[in-house]
């Protein structure tokens, strides 16, 4: 994978100055819808048109980082779309693991990200797993910027994921079901709890395709753009958290914020019984991922992992 070295303008650094005297989003959500589209409008490979995304994708995240975006949500593939054709989906896997790979081989490129992977991970391809279990236990503890890859990913199996997990707590006697609020709810969540998505956008088309349907679904600002996501620019993304902004402004003080102010957040059981609920599921997730990273090969010049909470 290219690394993509962005260069900021004066122009552009002036008008981002400027942005961020104002509100900026913590965190941001994206669709990466068109890739399709745009490859068969310059009669490429649809192949080529993903390429060109990831590509996109890659600098969002510098722009993200410059304007002190803390967190990025990437739908990168939906569990739909293993109905696409297999020759699309096999070309979708070798891009991911390329770039992904790449990260791993040179770690020191992308000091300070940390990547998560959230979605159904009984979907995701075993030659793939290495790879995704490695990059997240290597970047696990860094702060700079958390970037959240959606893959095998739908809402609806998300929030079903959490009711599982709760169902299994409750027959284990580990939680009280009177005691069952929104907060325990979120941490049911299968790998990763995400954060309430403060700016939500998609490019391409105006529809939500049932992404983050939990996290998006309080103080969410919505904002779906016409051009296809290898043709989103720095500008464009300049130019929506402006948007952002503007409709930030007109909702009323007492709802402004991640809307954690206005729900049921506050644990009424046993305090020692959640806590070691959630590090059960945290160790579990932890401990899969470290059984999943150690297949990959020793001579591949990866760091290796040294026990539950190494990987420095």
Known sequence: MTNFKFRETALQKSFRNIIQRGEVPRHVAFVLDGNRRYARERNLKTIGGHRKGSDTFEQTIQWAMLLGIQEVTAYVFSINNFNRTPEEVNGIMEILKEKLGNILQHPEEFNGRCYRFIGNRSLVPEDLKPVLSRLTLLTRKNTAIIINIAFAYTGRDEIASGVNTLLNGISHNELDVNCINEFIFEQAFHNFPVSSVDLFIRTGECRLSDFLTWETSDQT?????????????????????FLFQANKYFIPEQTVGNGNKLRNTTWKGNTQNLNKFVQKKIDNELRMMEKHAALMDKDVGVPECDGMFGCD
């Open 221 to 241: 600002i919505l904002c779906f753009r016409d051009e296809y996501w290898p043709e989103f620019s720095y500008w464009k993304f300049l130019s929506t958290i």
